[in-house]
T-cell receptor, first 110, second 112 residues
Framework: KNEVEQSPQNLTAQEGEFITINCSYS?????LHWLQQHPGGGIVSLFM???GKKKHGRLIATINIQEKHSSLHITASHPRDSAVYIC????????????FGKGTHLIIQP | DAGVTQSPTHLIKTRGQHVTLRCSPI?????VSWYQQVLGQGPQFIFQ???????GRGNFPDRFSARQFPNYSSELNVNALLLGDSALYLC???????????FGDGTRLSIL
Protein backbone atom coordinates (compact mmCIF):
# COMPACT_ATOMS: atom_id res chain seq x y z
CA LYS A 1 0.00 0.00 0.00
CA ASN A 2 1.32 3.38 -0.98
CA GLU A 3 2.07 5.85 1.80
CA VAL A 4 1.50 9.44 0.68
CA GLU A 5 3.01 12.16 2.84
CA GLN A 6 2.44 15.87 2.39
CA SER A 7 4.26 18.81 3.88
CA PRO A 8 3.60 21.19 5.38
CA GLN A 9 0.27 20.21 6.98
CA ASN A 10 -0.62 23.87 7.50
CA LEU A 11 0.73 26.96 5.77
CA THR A 12 -0.14 30.62 6.28
CA ALA A 13 1.39 33.18 3.93
CA GLN A 14 0.92 36.75 2.80
CA GLU A 15 -0.68 37.68 -0.48
CA GLY A 16 1.88 37.67 -3.28
CA GLU A 17 4.21 35.08 -1.76
CA PHE A 18 5.50 32.07 -3.70
CA ILE A 19 4.02 28.89 -2.22
CA THR A 20 5.42 25.35 -2.34
CA ILE A 21 3.62 22.22 -1.16
CA ASN A 22 5.44 18.91 -1.19
CA CYS A 23 4.27 15.34 -1.65
CA SER A 24 6.23 12.10 -1.35
CA TYR A 25 5.06 8.55 -1.89
CA SER A 26 6.53 5.16 -1.12
CA UNK A 27 5.68 2.88 -4.07
CA UNK A 28 5.96 3.39 -7.83
CA UNK A 29 2.93 4.97 -9.43
CA UNK A 30 1.30 5.40 -12.83
CA UNK A 31 0.06 8.94 -12.11
CA LEU A 32 -0.02 11.63 -9.42
CA HIS A 33 -2.88 14.07 -8.95
CA TRP A 34 -3.01 17.45 -7.27
CA LEU A 35 -6.47 18.39 -6.04
CA GLN A 36 -7.96 21.47 -4.40
CA GLN A 37 -10.68 21.20 -1.77
CA HIS A 38 -12.64 24.20 -0.53
CA PRO A 39 -14.64 24.41 2.72
CA GLY A 40 -17.85 22.45 2.27
CA GLY A 41 -16.09 19.61 0.51
CA GLY A 42 -16.04 20.18 -3.24
CA ILE A 43 -12.85 18.83 -4.85
CA VAL A 44 -11.37 20.21 -8.05
CA SER A 45 -8.71 18.35 -10.00
CA LEU A 46 -5.76 20.67 -10.70
CA PHE A 47 -3.21 18.41 -12.37
CA MET A 48 -2.54 14.82 -13.34
CA UNK A 49 1.16 14.08 -13.80
CA UNK A 50 3.17 11.05 -14.76
CA UNK A 51 6.44 12.85 -15.49
CA GLY A 52 8.02 16.28 -15.79
CA LYS A 53 6.16 19.50 -15.19
CA LYS A 54 2.78 21.08 -15.90
CA LYS A 55 1.64 24.68 -15.65
CA HIS A 56 -1.81 26.20 -15.52
CA GLY A 57 -2.06 29.89 -14.83
CA ARG A 58 -0.27 30.62 -11.56
CA LEU A 59 -0.03 26.94 -10.64
CA ILE A 60 2.94 24.71 -11.47
CA ALA A 61 3.26 21.02 -10.64
CA THR A 62 6.44 18.98 -10.93
CA ILE A 63 7.21 15.34 -10.35
CA ASN A 64 10.46 13.40 -9.91
CA ILE A 65 9.68 9.74 -10.48
CA GLN A 66 13.10 8.51 -9.34
CA GLU A 67 12.83 10.35 -6.02
CA LYS A 68 9.09 9.60 -5.64
CA HIS A 69 8.40 13.27 -4.98
CA SER A 70 6.16 15.98 -6.36
CA SER A 71 5.74 19.67 -5.66
CA LEU A 72 2.89 22.09 -6.25
CA HIS A 73 3.87 25.74 -6.59
CA ILE A 74 1.62 28.79 -6.52
CA THR A 75 3.08 32.04 -7.83
CA ALA A 76 1.76 35.45 -6.79
CA SER A 77 -0.55 33.86 -4.22
CA HIS A 78 -3.97 35.40 -3.60
CA PRO A 79 -6.52 35.00 -0.78
CA ARG A 80 -8.77 33.06 -3.15
CA ASP A 81 -6.05 30.37 -3.27
CA SER A 82 -6.88 29.56 0.35
CA ALA A 83 -7.98 25.93 0.39
CA VAL A 84 -6.80 22.42 1.22
CA TYR A 85 -4.44 21.02 -1.40
CA ILE A 86 -4.37 17.25 -1.65
CA CYS A 87 -1.87 14.98 -3.36
CA UNK A 88 -3.15 11.61 -4.59
CA UNK A 89 -1.44 8.77 -6.42
CA UNK A 90 -2.61 5.94 -8.62
CA UNK A 91 -0.77 2.64 -8.91
CA UNK A 92 -1.03 0.44 -11.96
CA UNK A 93 -3.97 0.63 -14.36
CA UNK A 94 -6.35 2.41 -12.06
CA UNK A 95 -8.58 -0.29 -10.60
CA UNK A 96 -7.35 0.43 -7.10
CA UNK A 97 -8.54 4.01 -7.07
CA UNK A 98 -6.49 6.88 -5.72
CA UNK A 99 -4.48 6.93 -2.49
CA PHE A 100 -4.61 10.36 -0.92
CA GLY A 101 -2.39 12.38 1.36
CA LYS A 102 -3.95 14.14 4.33
CA GLY A 103 -3.79 17.51 2.60
CA THR A 104 -2.11 20.86 3.18
CA HIS A 105 -4.31 23.58 4.62
CA LEU A 106 -3.24 26.84 2.95
CA ILE A 107 -4.32 30.28 4.13
CA ILE A 108 -3.30 33.37 2.16
CA GLN A 109 -3.74 36.57 4.13
CA PRO A 110 -4.38 39.88 2.34
CA ASP B 1 -22.56 20.03 -19.40
CA ALA B 2 -23.51 19.22 -15.82
CA GLY B 3 -20.74 18.05 -13.53
CA VAL B 4 -20.89 15.06 -11.24
CA THR B 5 -24.03 15.28 -9.14
CA GLN B 6 -24.58 13.56 -5.81
CA SER B 7 -27.70 13.19 -3.74
CA PRO B 8 -28.63 13.86 -1.08
CA THR B 9 -26.23 16.61 -0.02
CA HIS B 10 -26.76 15.98 3.68
CA LEU B 11 -28.18 13.03 5.55
CA ILE B 12 -28.70 12.18 9.21
CA LYS B 13 -29.16 8.56 10.27
CA THR B 14 -29.01 6.58 13.47
CA ARG B 15 -26.85 3.60 14.31
CA GLY B 16 -28.00 0.33 12.74
CA GLN B 17 -29.88 1.98 9.89
CA HIS B 18 -29.17 1.59 6.20
CA VAL B 19 -28.32 4.37 3.73
CA THR B 20 -28.21 4.73 -0.06
CA LEU B 21 -26.17 7.47 -1.68
CA ARG B 22 -26.50 8.31 -5.35
CA CYS B 23 -24.14 9.65 -8.00
CA SER B 24 -24.67 10.77 -11.59
CA PRO B 25 -21.42 10.99 -13.56
CA ILE B 26 -20.55 13.52 -16.21
CA UNK B 27 -22.23 12.59 -19.49
CA UNK B 28 -20.03 10.12 -21.37
CA UNK B 29 -18.03 9.07 -18.32
CA UNK B 30 -18.13 5.33 -17.78
CA UNK B 31 -16.00 5.04 -14.64
CA VAL B 32 -17.32 5.96 -11.19
CA SER B 33 -15.35 5.82 -7.96
CA TRP B 34 -16.52 6.26 -4.38
CA TYR B 35 -14.44 7.71 -1.55
CA GLN B 36 -14.98 8.28 2.16
CA GLN B 37 -13.48 11.38 3.78
CA VAL B 38 -13.50 11.55 7.56
CA LEU B 39 -13.13 15.03 9.02
CA GLY B 40 -9.51 16.19 8.95
CA GLN B 41 -8.29 13.31 6.78
CA GLY B 42 -7.73 12.71 3.10
CA PRO B 43 -10.32 10.66 1.20
CA GLN B 44 -10.13 6.86 1.33
CA PHE B 45 -10.96 4.72 -1.71
CA ILE B 46 -14.08 2.53 -1.35
CA PHE B 47 -15.06 1.25 -4.82
CA GLN B 48 -14.48 1.74 -8.50
CA UNK B 49 -16.99 0.72 -11.16
CA UNK B 50 -16.39 0.68 -14.89
CA UNK B 51 -18.89 -0.47 -17.48
CA UNK B 52 -21.24 -1.61 -14.70
CA UNK B 53 -18.71 -3.98 -13.16
CA UNK B 54 -16.75 -3.59 -9.93
CA UNK B 55 -13.13 -3.05 -10.91
CA GLY B 56 -11.61 -2.17 -7.57
CA ARG B 57 -12.40 -2.26 -3.87
CA GLY B 58 -10.70 -0.55 -0.96
CA ASN B 59 -10.29 -1.80 2.59
CA PHE B 60 -13.90 -1.41 3.73
CA PRO B 61 -16.16 -4.00 5.41
CA ASP B 62 -18.88 -5.90 3.57
CA ARG B 63 -21.44 -3.50 5.02
CA PHE B 64 -20.41 -1.27 2.13
CA SER B 65 -21.68 -2.19 -1.32
CA ALA B 66 -22.26 -0.40 -4.59
CA ARG B 67 -23.55 -0.86 -8.07
CA GLN B 68 -23.51 0.92 -11.41
CA PHE B 69 -26.52 1.15 -13.65
CA PRO B 70 -26.77 0.96 -17.47
CA ASN B 71 -26.80 4.77 -17.62
CA TYR B 72 -23.52 4.72 -15.62
CA SER B 73 -25.04 6.32 -12.54
CA SER B 74 -24.11 4.62 -9.31
CA GLU B 75 -25.36 3.90 -5.81
CA LEU B 76 -23.36 3.34 -2.64
CA ASN B 77 -25.13 1.37 0.05
CA VAL B 78 -24.06 1.11 3.67
CA ASN B 79 -25.80 -1.29 6.06
CA ALA B 80 -25.80 -1.45 9.86
CA LEU B 81 -24.49 2.09 10.20
CA LEU B 82 -21.89 2.81 12.86
CA LEU B 83 -20.91 6.13 14.41
CA GLY B 84 -17.59 5.84 12.57
CA ASP B 85 -19.38 5.92 9.22
CA SER B 86 -19.99 9.64 9.73
CA ALA B 87 -18.08 11.25 6.88
CA LEU B 88 -18.23 13.06 3.57
CA TYR B 89 -18.84 10.53 0.79
CA LEU B 90 -17.41 11.62 -2.52
CA CYS B 91 -18.18 10.30 -5.97
CA UNK B 92 -15.82 10.87 -8.88
CA UNK B 93 -16.22 10.05 -12.54
CA UNK B 94 -13.81 9.75 -15.45
CA UNK B 95 -13.96 8.63 -19.06
CA UNK B 96 -11.98 5.52 -18.21
CA UNK B 97 -10.32 4.35 -15.03
CA UNK B 98 -6.88 5.96 -15.39
CA UNK B 99 -7.99 9.41 -16.55
CA UNK B 100 -8.40 12.59 -14.44
CA UNK B 101 -11.31 12.26 -12.08
CA UNK B 102 -14.07 14.82 -11.70
CA PHE B 103 -15.52 14.99 -8.21
CA GLY B 104 -19.01 15.73 -7.01
CA ASP B 105 -19.62 17.95 -4.00
CA GLY B 106 -20.23 14.93 -1.80
CA THR B 107 -22.88 13.69 0.58
CA ARG B 108 -22.28 14.55 4.20
CA LEU B 109 -23.52 11.65 6.33
CA SER B 110 -23.97 12.08 10.06
CA ILE B 111 -24.71 9.10 12.30
CA LEU B 112 -26.34 9.78 15.66
Amino acid sequence: KNEVEQSPQNLTAQEGEFITINCSYSVGISALHWLQQHPGGGIVSLFMLSSGKKKHGRLIATINIQEKHSSLHITASHPRDSAVYICAVREGGGADGLTFGKGTHLIIQP
Amino acid sequence: DAGVTQSPTHLIKTRGQHVTLRCSPISGHKSVSWYQQVLGQGPQFIFQYYEKEERGRGNFPDRFSARQFPNYSSELNVNALLLGDSALYLCASSLVANQPQHFGDGTRLSIL
